[in-house]
T-cell receptor, first 114, second 113 residues
Framework: ETGVTQTPRHLVMGMTNKKSLKCEQHLGHNAMYWYKQSAKKPLELMFVYSLEERVENNSVPSRFSPECPNSSHLFLHLHTLQPEDSALYLC?????????????FGQGTRLTVV | AQSVTQLGSHVSVSEGALVLLRCNYSSSVPPYLFWYVQYPNQGLQLLLKYTSAATLVKGINGFEAEFKKSETSFHLTKPSAHMSDAAEYFCAVSYNQGGKLIFGQGTELSVKP
């Protein structure tokens, strides 16, 4: 496996369910991110992890709970979601060794909340 | 707050025609600038980036972009469109960390035969 891998690719869940999204990066990067891509809205940065420490939480509701157990893995735990949380959730990673390094994205998890 | 504006949510060109996708940013401090492409049901792939070296940046698939500080712009061009260029294109900026990106709204490019 190379790059950034996200599982599952598609997820349908009810509002009372608990599920988790998984992201794994094989690039040796030291920072990982969760982005939300909703229809007709710009991509929104949700969480930033640098060296496994959460360094940013952009006013995301507590029904989204990230976890970064090591530098290669990132999870997004979901519970009691709302229909408006349906979106494409993208994971990204980067090597923060200097300015201007780019992010590498996974293929995303398409989440539908019913 | 910093922002990125992409003029035109949808651009349609004929195969072989010039592609021009516009991007402007709002900041007094020049950021690092990126163009990403997203094909249907895929993640984002980096096309090119500007990091304060040459103002004309060449990327993959024949795309290039020019950073113009005076116009706070970073427009994406390709001399001759190909059918395979049909996708959504995102302009993004970062200021201190490459993965902390502020995105524009995206421009969907259609290519007609």
């Amino acid at each position: 496996e190379t790059g950034v891998t996200q599982t599952p690719r598609h997820l349908v869940m009810g509002m009372t369910n608990k599920k988790s999204l998984k992201c794994e990066q094989h690039l040796g990067h030291n920072a990982m991110y969760w982005y939300k891509q909703s229809a007709k809205k710009p991509l929104e940065l949700m969480f930033v992890y640098s060296l496994e420490e959460r360094v940013e939480n952009n006013s995301v509701p507590s029904r989204f709970s990230p976890e970064c157990p090591n530098s290669s893995h990132l999870f997004l735990h979901l519970h009691t979601l709302q229909p408006e949380d349906s979106a494409l959730y993208l994971c990204a990673s980067s090597q923060e060794s200097g300015a201007g390094t780019e992010a590498f994205f996974g293929q995303g998890t398409r989440l539908t909340v019913v | 707050a910093q922002s990125v504006t992409q003029l035109g949510s949808h651009v349609s060109v004929s195969e072989g025609a010039l592609v021009l996708l516009r991007c402007n940013y709002s900041s007094s401090v020049p950021p690092y600038l990126f163009w990403y492409v997203q094909y249907p049901n895929q993640g984002l792939q980096l096309l090119l980036k500007y990091t304060s070296a040459a103002t004309l940046v060449k990327g993959i698939n024949g795309f290039e972009a020019e950073f113009k500080k005076s116009e706070t712009s970073f427009h994406l061009t390709k001399p001759s469109a190909h059918m395979s260029d049909a996708a959504e294109y995102f302009c993004a900026v970062s200021y201190n960390q490459g993965g902390k990106l502020i995105f524009g709204q995206g421009t969907e490019l259609s290519v007609k035969p």
